[in-house]
């Protein structure tokens, strides 16, 4: 059984930041790969970033540039860094994590509101 629990949501204004954490637990955690999706109030799942086990990093367009994805293997923790936050960044946002068998797990969410 596997448990993804993320941490560090919450409310910031325009142009804030935040980081967001995912700890994995549980039994085979060593994922080929763990990222971040959002979904909007209204709109479907996006993913936002993603990374290797190797650290290869993936990155919607909307973020580039401003969002950094690391992942901490030892610890089974992958992190979102969130810069120069938009309104239009406001989600709940899910981290996911692919086994080498392809199996998917999800989080349940973190709420970030970017508003003034």
């Known amino acids: 059984q596997v448990q993804l629990a993320e941490s560090g949501g919450g409310l910031v204004q325009p142009g804030g930041s935040l980081r967001l954490s995912c700890a994995a637990s549980?039994?085979?955690?060593?994922?080929?790969?763990m990222g971040w999706y959002r979904q909007a109030p209204g709109k479907g799942r996006e993913l936002v970033a993603s990374?290797?086990?190797?650290?290869?990093?993936n990155y919607a367009d909307s973020v580039k540039g401003r969002f950094t994805i690391s992942r901490d293997n030892a610890r089974n923790t992958v992190y979102l860094q969130m810069n120069s936050l938009k309104p239009e960044d406001t989600a709940v946002y899910y981290c996911?994590?692919?086994?080498?068998?392809?199996?998917?797990?999800w989080g349940k969410g973190t709420l970030v509101t970017v508003s003034s």
């Open positions: 996911n994590a692919v086994n080498w068998d392809g199996g998917s797990y």
């Open positions: 990374v290797n086990r190797g650290g290869r990093p």
């Open positions: 549980g039994n085979d955690v060593s994922f080929y790969a």
